[in-house]
């Protein structure tokens, strides 16, 4: 069993028990959320229901924590005028675990 899920403009393939990676939510650790926008379901490999635009299903979760990704360098310089710059960014994610998909 599986759905395709529209969280936060992005799309995942999910199954139940899933640990995932989502762009950060400002709900806190421990805490159950739900998202209704569900595009796709299949129950087994061979039969789907695809919603246009979605279907009335719900996707239950529970927020593990919160992360940040690896560091990401961005270096600009300009030859022979003495222009360094150097700066870093690390991507905030927040861990969710699907409970259910109803």
Known sequence: MFAIVNIKGRQYK?????RLYVPKMKEDEGAKISFSDVLMFSKDDKSFQVGAP??????????????KDDKVIVFKKKRRKGYKRTKGHRQQYTQIEINSIK
């Open 54 to 67: 979605s279907l009335s299903m719900k996707v239950e979760a529970t927020v593990l924590g919160h992360v």
């Open 14 to 18: 999910i199954s139940e028990n899933d």
